[in-house]
């Protein structure tokens, strides 16, 4: 991939993480993988590494829910996992090359000016969401 379009598909995951809908349209052609499998690896994606606590957080499950996730994507070989070296309880997981490609061919589909047009109709619903939710 070339580094045009991979710094638009970090712009685009970055827009796209405040609504999971633009994922359902985005993906649902061809993927086997639920969303939220998806979803993981586009948030390592963008930020490089991820806690098992932070993964919980950010989807709103239990750590053990996070930890199954991430399981199923390491048996895929999609993330690594590994424990930090001062505190064995504290579990890091990262995207692996192949996990990388995987989200890399979600997008490769598009022309560089298809993916630019997206992210800025994702901004402005974005911005537009965040007006109403500053109405109600």
């Known amino acids: 991939m070339n580094a045009r379009n991979e710094i638009i598909i970090q712009h685009l995951i970055g827009e796209m993480a405040s609504n999971k809908?633009?994922?359902?349209?985005?993906?649902?052609?061809?993927?086997?993988?639920?969303?939220?499998?998806?979803?993981?690896?586009?948030?390592?994606?963008?930020?490089?590494?991820?806690?098992?606590?932070?993964?919980?957080?950010?989807?709103?499950?239990?750590?053990?829910?996070?930890?199954?996730?991430?399981?199923?994507?390491?048996?895929?070989?999609?993330?690594?996992?590994?424990?930090?070296?001062?505190?064995?309880?504290?579990?890091?997981?990262?995207?692996?090359?192949e996990g990388a490609a995987y989200i890399n061919a979600l997008f490769n589909t598009y022309s560089y000016e298809q993916l630019c047009s997206l992210q800025q109709q994702i901004s402005t619903i974005n911005t537009s969401l965040e007006k109403i939710a500053k109405i109600i």
Do not use: C
């Open 21 to 97: 809908y633009f994922i359902n349209v985005l993906l649902h052609k061809q993927e086997t993988l639920n969303d939220n499998l998806i979803w993981l690896m586009m948030k390592l994606k963008k930020r490089g590494e991820m806690k098992i606590t932070d993964i919980s957080t950010d989807f709103y499950m239990s750590p053990a829910a996070a930890t199954n996730m991430s399981d199923k994507l390491k048996v895929l070989g999609f993330v690594t996992k590994s424990r930090a070296h001062n505190d064995r309880r504290i579990v890091s997981v990262r995207l692996t090359q």
